[in-house]
């Protein structure tokens, strides 16, 4: 009786901010569902209307869509190729004993806390521009022409800025997975007259699964929603090069004033993410069982 | 096969010289026991063998071949280590093939080998389990079987019985004993516990501080300890060691005298003394008296079923031809 009554108060004493946390997320979720469905221009307020799935049908069908949806998957997957393998690569590196550890591994650490709209003027002016940039200036130095980076190649670009950001977290995760192997593994598999390489596909791989996956479950939250690194560099441009589901929705309600569409675009990058998230669970959840 | 030869090998860690030159000689199928209280250089002696530290300075020959700058795994020797080091991701069968295939022997040969070992080792019950799941005996099983599928010249034990509890200790000591007998190879065996080291070993090497005290037979180290630290060291309950006058009565500076070795009675003998705390074992008894001019009680071992309590006056008389006696460096005067 008495864990009876105890489990019911404890129900009873949580469910404000059970409730709190319920509306939060619902409150909006449902408001954007339901614009999504309005005729909203905000060049003519108070005139909203009723009009089915024609906002779904024009998001679906604007020509910028699909490029969107290729770049937010792009981008995903990019970022996470690179901060995981690069991650792994530094974690193994800043584990080995060195002289001034401590201090290499705060500078390793440090992009994680640019924020991202300083990060993207900072690669934008300082090392991508192709007047001024650092890289603009090597390039001249070795008598070449200097690369357009932000012109050119938009995207990756935007790929590689992301990714600096992000690899120190990867990095932190990774290594600290690293120092929790036990060395006397590592010993007993040279023992077992394993090369490094055998060590490392292994022994080290197996061990850091877990923690690769937690990576990529949590950077995958965050790389779907990139938007200020976008907007500072290349403004979704040249065309559609460097827009993606993020930066359409902006464009949709705050460029051309569509809020109706923009919501439709929300709600369709809502089920976007969640289809990357069953795949994802399904690849890399089944790691977090063992 | 198995013979393992140390010339003049010494190793430092920074300024730290944790074994200072010495030499060994472990012949073919020998049972040998490293035994010291800890931090005495016994695992970093088994670790320079295997060959996962490296020598500040001597040679180390493997079959009268040079093995002094061969990596680990080309030494031919298998190590169990104390934590087992098993592969918690891998089956027990994978982490037993693991050696074979690193080594890129065909499936057949290791299949051959994994059952045999598993038959030896009775590990059929579990062979495709995980770590995870065993119980530490049997994972210590697994470990030694990764060990003996490799077929080594030599097997090198880093303290595998210390995470195990006492009963389980036993029975294990007695299985890697018969190991031996049936294998009949090498075996290096470093422990800090002198049962293990007396109940096992065909030869002690007994270390204090990276020196080798003494190298004997259990036995000859238990009757003719060269010093007294191998003395105290050896043996269950220690020897007693006494020093001041009642030493001096026998021209040492320090004398040992077995708990087994001294007689005790109620109206007559050496040295008097009071009955403090007892252990009753059954068969034997163990008494610890205080004796006039000692700091520390006498150890002494009488029947199982004597009538002596706490506080009892008796008399003990040591039975002078097992007296040891040692000098003033603690070195036995023969």
């Known amino acids: 009786m008495a864990t009876q009554h105890s489990r019911a108060s404890a129900r009873l004493m949580i469910s404000p901010s059970v409730l709190l946390l319920l509306g939060w997320m619902l409150i909006p ?132 800025m992301v990714s600096w950001q992000w690899l120190p977290f990867a990095t932190l995760i990774l290594l600290t997975a690293l120092q929790s192997l036990d060395q006397e593994q590592l010993e007993a598999a040279e023992m077992d007259g394993a090369s490094w390489l055998n060590r490392f596909w292994h022994i080290i791989l197996p061990h850091l699964s877990r923690a690769i996956t937690v990576v990529i479950l949590i950077q995958t939250i965050f790389l779907l929603s990139i938007f200020a690194e976008i907007l500072v560099t290349t403004n979704g441009g040249p065309g559609t090069a460097s827009t993606n589901l993020t930066y359409l929705i902006y464009v949709q309600s705050l460029l051309q004033y569509d809020v109706g569409v923009g919501s439709a675009g929300g709600v369709i990058a809502i089920i976007l993410a969640n289809i990357v998230a069953i795949f994802l669970m399904r690849m890399v959840g089944k790691n977090l069982d063992k | ?50 060959g996962l530290e490296d020598v500040s300075s001597g040679h180390i020959e493997i079959d009268g071949q040079p093995a002094t700058d061969l990596p680990p795994a080309k030494r031919g020797l298998a190590m169990v280590f104390q934590s087992y080091a098993l592969y918690p991701h891998m089956s027990v069968r994978k982490n037993i093939a693991f050696p074979l295939k690193m080594a890129g022997m065909d499936k057949t040969e290791q299949n051959r080998r994994i059952d045999e070992a598993a038959r030896v080792l009775n590990l059929a019950d579990y062979i495709d389990r995980r770590p995870g799941q065993l119980s530490g ?141 007892s252990e009753h074992l059954g068969s034997d008894t163990f008494l610890r008296v205080s004796c006039e001019g000692l700091d520390e009680p006498v150890t002494v071992r009488v029947s199982g079923d004597i009538e002596l309590n706490y506080g009892d006056k008796v008399f003990l008389s040591p039975d002078s031809s097992n007296i040891h006696r040692f000098d003033t460096q603690g070195l036995r005067i023969a």
């Not at chain 2, 309950?237 to 070795?261: C, Q, V, W, Y």
Request: glycine fraction near 10%; charged fraction near 15%; charge should be negative.
């Open chain 2, 1 to 50: 096969m198995g013979q393992i030869t140390i010339k003049q090998v010494s190793k430092s860690f920074g300024d730290v010289e944790v074994i200072p030159p010495l030499d060994l000689a472990i012949e073919e199928g020998e049972f040998v026991v490293f035994v010291g209280p800890s931090g005495c250089g016994k695992s970093t002696l088994l670790r320079l063998i295997a």
């Open chain 2, 137 to 277: 005996g049997q994972r210590q099983r697994v470990a030694i079987g990764r060990a003996i599928v490799r077929e080594p010249s030599a097997f090198l034990f880093d303290e595998p019985l210390s995470n195990l509890d006492a009963a389980l200790r036993v029975g294990m000591r007695l299985e890697i004993t018969e190991l031996h007998k049936r294998l009949k190879s090498t075996m290096i065996y470093v422990t800090h516990d002198q049962v293990e080291a007396m109940t096992m070993a065909d030869k002690i090497v007994v270390l204090r501080a990276g020196n080798i005290e003494q190298i004997g037979s259990p036995l000859e180290l238990y009757r003719n300890p060269r010093n007294a630290f191998v003395a105290g060291f050896i043996g269950s309950p220690k020897m007693n060691l006494i020093e001041g006058d009642k030493a001096t009565a026998f021209d040492a500076s320090t004398i040992g005298i077995r708990p087994e070795h001294i007689s005790v009675s109620t109206d007559s003998g050496d040295w008097e003394g009071t009955v403090g705390v």
């Open chain 1, 29 to 160: 979720l449902c408001m954007t569902v339901y614009f999504s469905f309005l005729r909203y221009d905000l060049l003519s307020p108070g005139t909203e209307v009723f009009t089915g799935w024609d906002n779904y049908y024009y998001f679906l069908t604007d020509p910028s869509f699909n490029d969107a949806v290729i770049n937010t998957l792009s981008l995903l997957v990019g970022v996470l190729l690179v901060t995981v393998i690069g991650g792994i690569g530094f974690a193994l590196l800043l584990n080995l004993p060195a002289w001034g550890q401590g201090i290499v591994r705060v500078l390793v650490i440090a992009p994680f806390f640019v924020m991202p709209t300083v990060s993207g003027l900072l690669w934008k002016n300082m090392f991508m521009n192709p007047v001024n940039g650092v890289f603009a200036h090597i390039t001249l130095a070795f008598g070449g022409q200097p690369f357009d980076f932000l012109g050119q190649a938009p995207w990756e670009s935007i790929i590689l």
